[in-house]
């Protein structure tokens, strides 16, 4: 009974801090703000830049918070790797031993710090210290390492079932040796993305996972088995036709041809969600970490006058570097030769045509130029995000280890990029050291995306990476870190169910406006399921909310709360619960139980006196 009347004088006391700071119009006089219930997007954010850590008028702040510093402030975040000249990393750099340039142009160092095995502190995730009632839900991680963490992806949407096991393989073989100090997640990607297993020291638990996991055809290559190409029609049709009537064979080679464009394009998009979903998921995660993607091929264009991905890609690199992700893409295939001179391959094409002669050389300059444009894809994203592409090597573990031992020891430099301009242009980051026995790798560059330009975002997708995020088969989002208390029904909440969300306000994209108030847009969503996953229905809520400088001084002490209810029937249900920042399209995402009982569906409320 004790126990109960805690709780609920603290939920009295949360609902008291909601009502005065978050419901009471600005003109009361008290220590409130003003906020309206919205479904229409906010409107774009001046970029002010309230971010947590290092600013313009305060870059000696601690760096704690990169992904909203780089969402609202504009800081581009590079992670260096210095090494010696047998590949040894170099410690004890400081920030004046380096030199940084976009597209020419020298940057101020304004954020500075060393991750590895000998660094003195970890970066610890911002947490709320206001206790919230109920029981308590939170996404912020609690896994924490020195140095990079690692995750790998294995990817059997664009891998052939042969490469897969041959890749599965080989993996078993590296983790055999690996020491217990590379703490390694590891994803699967089918028709959707997997969590196989979550970071782990383990090597024989992460063994067992890749040893377990089975190969799959995908339905979206057109030879999933990765053995002989098939073949649509053998050569004495395939003469006929040609003979007879070419009008036909042409509309069967372009319905082929246009119904394997579709499926790439499906496949493009799913890989491409696949990775922003994975951004999303590691971006709460502080610090460098190296996303090794096993892959057979990922190409960026299929046809130029209709389907060209190089956006979609640059998007997608953008959320991964903004995450601190480094992407380093392994080619399942090994030294891959032509298909055409395999000792299984026959002398026809897949429509029983010849390819001897003048015909086998367009052939293989076809598969040559798809090759090319799946490795240009990978280098790209490699690249941009500062990891490294491996493809056409049979050393396979070399290739992955180097990816794993990446980054074990790496510096941060971060700037505001003097140019202004977000035209969505690539530009080139340059590092250099005075030192000259110290070699560097770091991301060469990013492309300069507007960061409101979310609000911009086709509502459709908005909806999407929403509603994918809320999703129970996803792991939790961390791009927007918060804490949630969950309570049944009570009389003093009418009978409803409540969740008490307290957010992580340095992540949330304020402006201040010309009113003196600190604004802000979000979404909190409640999706409930069934205790066996069967979603039943969501509580969606959009606030605008409008602080007051002492509360919003207060709140980026205690983390900005909000209260959700919501109606639910006798019974057990899962929860999961998720806010987005409506101005940035920071996502988070945690699940959550709870279980109603009839007497308490049937609460009446606590009359007033």
């Known amino acids: 009974m004790e126990q109960q009347l805690k709780r609920l004088a603290c939920l009295a006391n949360l609902v008291v801090i909601l009502t005065l700071c978050v419901n009471a119009p600005a003109q009361s006089g008290g220590n409130g703000s003003k906020a309206a219930s919205s479904e229409q997007p906010a409107t774009a954010p001046q970029q002010n830049g309230a971010g947590k850590g290092p600013s ?54 304004r954020v500075f710090s060393f991750e590895g095995a000998s660094a003195a502190t970890d970066v610890a995730a911002a947490q709320p ?20 963490l690692n995750v790998i992806l294995l990817d059997s949407l664009n891998t052939t079932s042969r490469n897969q096991a041959s890749a599965r393989r080989q993996m078993v073989s590296l983790l055999d040796k690996l020491p217990a100090d590379h703490p390694i997640a590891i994803y699967a990607l089918t028709e959707k993305l997997q ?23 995908s339905i979206l290559l057109e030879n999933p088995t990765g053995g002989p190409p098939p073949q649509y029609m053998g050569r004495i049709a395939a003469e006929t036709l040609a003979e007879k009537a070419p009008i036909v064979m042409e509309k069967i080679v372009g319905f082929v041809s246009g119904n394997n464009d579709a499926q790439t394009d499906t496949r493009v998009h799913a890989t491409l969600e696949a990775l922003n979903t994975l951004a999303r998921i590691l971006a709460g995660y502080p610090g460098r970490k190296n996303l090794i993607w096993i892959s057979e091929e990922f ?8 389907r060209n991905y190089g956006s979609d890609v640059a998007r997608t690199a953008e959320a991964l570097a903004n995450s601190q992700i480094a992407v380093y893409t392994v080619d399942a295939r090994g030294v891959a030769g032509s298909g055409f001179f395999e000792a ?38 490699a690249e941009t995000t500062g990891g490294k592409a491996f493809y056409n090597l049979n050393n396979f573990e070399k290739a992955v280890r180097q990816s ?65 995020a809320l999703n129970l088969d996803y792991p939790a989002s961390t791009a927007l870190l918060f804490q949630a208390g969950i309570l049944p029904p009570s009389p003093e909440s009418h009978g409803k169910a409540v969740v008490n969300y307290l957010v992580d306000a340095h992540q949330i994209s304020f402006e201040k406006q010309d009113d003196g ?23 969606v809520t959009s606030i605008a909310a409008a602080l007051k400088p002492e509360v919003f001084a207060r709140f980026m002490q205690t983390g900005f709360p909000y209260q959700k209810t919501f109606d639910l029937q006798p019974g057990s249900y899962v929860l999961r619960l998720g806010v987005r920042d409506n101005r940035t399209g920071l996502i988070g995402t945690v699940t959550g139980k709870i279980s109603v009982t009839a007497q308490e569906a049937n609460q009446n409320p606590v009359p007033k006196n």
């Open 56 to 109: 313009q008028e305060n870059p000696g702040a601690a760096y704690q918070s990169a992904t909203v510093l780089k969402a609202t402030t504009r800081l581009v975040i590079v992670d260096v790797v210095a090494t010696d000249g047998k590949g040894e990393p170099i410690t004890g750099l400081t920030a004046k031993d380096f030199a940084i340039s976009e597209n020419g142009s020298p940057q101020e160092v």
């Open 195 to 217: 969590l196989l297993q979550d970071f782990t020291n383990d090597p024989a638990l992460l063994k067992n996972v890749v040893a377990n996991l089975k190969s799959t055809n």
């Open 404 to 468: 794993l031992d990446d980054g074990s020891n790496y510096y941060t430099l971060g700037y505001y990029p003097t140019d202004k301009q977000w035209d969505g242009k690539f530009r080139k980051i340059k590092v250099k050291t005075d030192r000259a026995e110290v070699k560097l790798r770091y991301r060469l560059g990013y492309f300069a995306l507007d960061p409101a330009s979310y609000l911009n975002k086709d509502t459709t997708q908005r909806a999407q990476d929403f509603g994918q």
């Open 344 to 381: 299984d391959h026959p002398d026809t094409d897949k429509f029983g045509r010849n390819v001897g002669g003048r015909e086998l050389h367009a052939s293989i300059s076809s598969e040559n130029s798809e090759a090319i444009d799946a490795h240009s894809t990978m280098n790209n994203l």
């Open 299 to 306: 190409p960026v264009i299929i046809d130029p006058a209709t």
């Open 129 to 148: 210290v206001v206790k919230i009632p109920g029981d308590v839900v939170s996404n912020i991680p609690t896994y924490k390492s020195h140095g990079a």
């Open 517 to 539: 108030l600190q604004h802000a847009a979000l979404d909190y969503a409640v999706e409930i399921y069934s205790e066996k996953g069967e979603p039943l229905k969501t509580e």
